[in-house]
């Protein structure tokens, strides 16, 4: 395109100027390309490392959820129990007496339980061992074993959690990824930011330089002319207070270069005392971006548009529970299994007798004063408010994507402009030098050219930085990469 080509012979005139150093550096200057920046601060910036803790937090979060699905082997014992103690015994006349009383107690179970979670149940198998020691009249050991015990227990007509975390988790957990994925988007318009600010600043710094060079010239030969009489003391003075004030700016320039490369090195967390010498980038894509795929795409991938699901789950969920947790509701607690008590651990395995045990137990609320009422109509409003909420949000959300696509497809236009433009100011500029040297035009002409070119390069380099704010605002917006037509990943492997 003819104008990819004029930006980059202004890019290339911008590079062949001479840049001055802030200070003496006893390290050489570290060039610095766009792609660069913001591919150190998506590795390294404070951002990044806050949104790789927080994916990884989600991820393990996911992780714990997946694994209490599955078998867990525990073990519990006590080893020992030891009691000494003065306690009432009834005889079998009726007559009540105390005796001293001192044993030790022992025992191990391992058990393998494993959770269902579309009842909400529980099934479990356990071996258990135990162990008594009687020393009050004379040393007694007894044995209680219980070589497999099976089980199942099963709340009735209550709240389900593990059933509406298999349907709220794994919303989150993508939520969680597109949330990654976003903020490596906005961890690149920050980068963007303050790469084109640093840049600006050079070129303000060597614009500054330039035009002081330009004034110091033109203020000797202003004298010159003077001594001659052909130029009065007014004009003299005009010039010598541009010299100075072009000296000032080199000066504050100076500093404003210095503060936003303090700000690009710390964010990207760069060590060292070299300067940076910044690259402009010329790769600019200007296709147009369809608001309505944009949009698409948006409610396909972004995180705000899963979280809108997540938020109506979790809404309906708390309704569910408030129903559930203040009615009837009942536990059927199951066991089945073998058992065997001897004096000796030699026959504690022989001959086990089978036990069998059902309980069911029941909870009738039957006065709590509206109490459970009032959770319910607390939380149903919740969820017409949740609702309310998501689809104004859901209005604003596609609104903010066509604002911003169409903000997108301007930029061809307007950097193409800033380039004319700056390309004009800067031969207007060396034409009205020229005519103010042979005596053409006032000093007035020459200071509006000089203001008009140094405000056409800056202008330039800030529609440069827009186009790169409004790509990258794009993709974070869409998650999509509309240059490359597909879908922003990224490698999870790489994180964990």
């Not at 007496?97 to 494993?114: D, H, I, P, W």
């Not at 919303?171 to 961890?187: F, G, H, M």
């Not at 696509?405 to 061809?412: E, H, L, R, T, Y």
Request: aromatic letters at 12%; glycine letters at 4%.
């Amino acid at each position: 395109m003819h104008s990819n080509k004029l930006f980059t012979i202004i890019l290339l005139s911008i590079l062949c100027c001479p840049f001055q150093l802030l200070i003496a550096q006893s390290e050489l200057p570290v060039r610095l390309t766009l792609e660069d920046a913001i591919r150190v601060a998506q590795e390294q910036s404070p951002d990044a490392l806050i949104a790789i803790h927080r994916f990884k937090s989600s991820y393990w979060e996911y992780r714990n959820f997946q694994a209490q699905f599955m078998p867990m082997l525990s073990f519990d014992g006590t080893l020992p129990s030891w009691s000494r103690s003065i306690n009432k015994y009834t005889r079998e006349d009726g007559t009540e007496v105390y005796v001293n009383q001192e044993y030790a107690r022992y025992f191990g179970a391992m058990s393998l339980t494993k959770t269902v979670g579309v009842t909400g149940g529980e099934v479990f198998i356990r071996s258990r061992l135990e162990r008594v020691d009687n020393f009050s009249d004379s040393s007694r050991t007894s044995w209680l074993s219980n070589p497999i015990t099976i089980g199942f227990s099963q709340p009735l007509f209550t709240y389900n959690q593990y059933r509406w975390q298999k349907k709220i988790d794994p919303v989150k957990y993508e939520e969680a990824k597109r949330k990654y994925l976003e903020d490596n988007e906005q961890i690149a318009i920050t980068a963007s930011g303050y790469f084109f600010n640093l840049l600006l600043s050079q070129i303000s710094l060597r614009i500054a330089q330039v035009n002081e060079g330009n004034y110091d010239t033109l203020y000797r030969i202003a004298k010159g002319r003077y001594n001659m009489g052909t130029i009065g003391e007014n004009e003299l003075l005009q010039l010598e207070l541009n010299l100075l004030r072009s000296r000032n700016d080199v000066q504050n320039s100076r500093l404003e270069v210095e503060n936003n490369q303090f700000k690009l090195k710390s964010y990207l967390r760069l060590k060292g005392e070299a300067a940076l010498t910044l690259v402009p980038p010329n790769n600019t894509w200007h296709g147009d971006v369809e608001s309505r795929k944009a949009i698409d795409e948006a409610l396909k991938n972004r995180s705000s548009a899963i979280a809108f699901d997540r938020r109506l789950l979790e809404a309906r969920r708390d309704v569910y529970k408030a129903r559930s947790e203040n009615r009837f509701s009942a536990n059927l607690d199951v066991e089945y299994g073998l058992s065997q008590t001897t004096a000796s651990f030699e026959n504690v395995y022989k001959n086990p007798q089978d036990q069998q045990q059902v309980t069911v137990g029941v909870h009738v609320p039957i006065l709590d004063w509206g109490l459970a009422r009032g959770r319910i109509k607390l939380a149903e409003s919740n969820e017409e408010l949740v609702k309310t909420s998501i689809e104004q949000e859901r209005i604003d959300f596609e609104q903010e994507v066509f604002l911003s696509v169409m903000q997108f497809n301007m930029q061809s236009v307007q950097l193409h402009i800033a380039a004319k433009s700056d390309t004009i100011a800067r031969r207007s500029f060396e034409v009205a030098k020229a005519r103010y040297m042979i005596g053409k035009i006032s000093i007035t002409d020459l200071n509006i050219a000089q203001s008009e070119k140094d405000q056409a390069q800056k202008g330039f380099i800030s529609s440069l930085q827009n186009y790169w704010y409004n790509y990258y605002s794009i993709r974070k917006l869409t998650l999509f990469d509309f240059k490359a037509n597909g879908k922003l990943l990224f490698d999870i492997s790489k994180l964990l």
